[in-house]
């Protein structure tokens, strides 16, 4: 039993100190001796009933006084070790975008009207979709860790201008045409042709090698990206392998397919030539610059930009909307569903681990098929 300064018992793990103040002392579920202080014996006795019956319930944490920016920085390098160095650098763009409304506070103080307001600042409804992510992770191994008891990110409204969404872009028939046609003497062609034709992602094109093109089995073996990762300054490109087993697929060549490599393969040579140095490790790449080194994607979507302008200016009479190179793997899906492939067999082709994904993202409905399809059913007017 614990004693006041005069001699009075105060009950069991309870003293008072010399400046007069009283503190409690208890094992809790962690194994730590915790001290909480009071200053008076009533404040000091209902302290130390409130943490044993928190200990008890299991709802108190291991460590109160751990901040946010404390957790993200233990939460990136531990829990997320496996994650690409793109990822993560994601991952802290995110993060960065809460850091000074929310990185200072600590864990326990953390609430839902403080959360909403940091989201409520973000400029679009995108990135607080992105962060709500985030935090939630964060916040779920924090509560594996015994550091939270809730994950009160779930309860983020991350819709404020509830804009509608947009249709994905589709490039038509007549678009294609108009943008290859356009681009048939550029270092582009082979880049879209090779897109629109396989479907493959832009870091899977611009990350493709010479030993994973099959000329004679007319095959494009598809085993890792290309990533860019800033360095102060500098460009550091590497090889990443695909994000999953799926990832990893084999795509058959069509005849045009066929005919740009094989030009590309000219080219290549040609810069060799005259650039014999090449980015080390990436001496064998399908697509580089007029110098032998990576091509950026930010080099890519200009050149998209520049072509789309083009074209709009050689074509008053039209008005040829802006796209990604994304939307060139959406407008294959598409056109392969549209002309009959199996959505199972695109799904391989895509590369995704489920048909959902397949439909629901990448397979979108033209105004012309609306009408062919009508028509099974009845003359349309």
């Not at 579920?29 to 943490?51: A, N, S």
Request: glycine share 6%; aromatic share 8%.
């Amino acid at each position: 039993m614990g004693k006041s300064l005069k001699g009075k018992e105060l009950g069991r793990g309870i003293t008072q100190r010399k400046d007069g103040t009283y503190q409690a002392r208890f094992i809790n579920r962690f194994g730590k001796r915790q001290t909480i202080y009071g200053k008076t014996v009533t404040e000091i006795t209902k302290r130390l009933r409130d943490e044993q019956y928190e200990n008890e319930k299991q709802i108190n944490v291991v460590n109160d006084k751990m901040t946010l920016d404390e957790w993200f920085e233990i939460w990136i390098t531990t829990c997320k070790t496996h994650c690409r160095n793109t990822t993560k650098r994601t991952y802290k763009i995110q993060y960065n975008r809460l850091r000074e409304k929310l990185g200072w506070r600590r864990l326990t103080k953390l609430k839902l009207v403080s959360l909403q307001e940091a989201f409520n600042e973000l400029a679009t409804d995108k990135m607080r979709q992105d962060c709500k992510a985030l935090l939630s992770d964060m916040f779920k191994r924090a509560i594996e860790n015994e550091l939270m008891v809730k994950n009160i990110a779930i309860g983020i409204n991350p819709i404020i201008e509830n804009k509608e969404k947009e249709e994905k872009r589709i490039l038509s028939d007549e678009e294609i045409k108009i943008l290859l046609d356009s681009s048939k003497s550029g270092q582009m062609y082979a880049f879209y042709v090779i897109a629109l034709e396989t479907g493959m992602r832009m870091g899977e094109i611009l990350g493709l090698t010479w030993d994973c093109v099959d000329f004679k089995e007319g095959i494009i073996d598809i085993q890792k990206t290309l990533c860019y990762i800033p360095n102060n300054g500098d460009a550091i490109y590497e090889f990443h392998q695909t994000k999953t087993k799926a990832g990893k697929r084999k795509i058959p060549m069509t005849k045009k397919v066929k005919e740009v490599l094989l030009e590309q393969k000219k080219r290549k040579n040609q810069i060799i030539m005259r650039h014999p140095v090449a980015y080390p490790g990436m001496e064998n790449l399908v697509f580089c610059s007029k110098t032998n080194r990576p091509v950026h994607e930010s080099n890519i979507r200009a050149a998209i930009r520049y072509r789309v302008n083009k074209i709009n200016e050689e074509n008053p009479q039209i008005e040829f909307k802006a796209f990604t190179p994304h939307c060139l793997r959406h407008t294959f899906a598409t056109k392969a569903i549209d002309k009959g492939m199996r959505p199972k067999t695109l799904q391989k082709i895509l590369g995704h681990n489920s048909l959902q994904m397949t439909m629901d993202l990448y397979c979108h409905v033209e105004e012309s098929t609306l009408k062919t399809e009508m028509a099974l059913i009845g003359e349309v007017v």
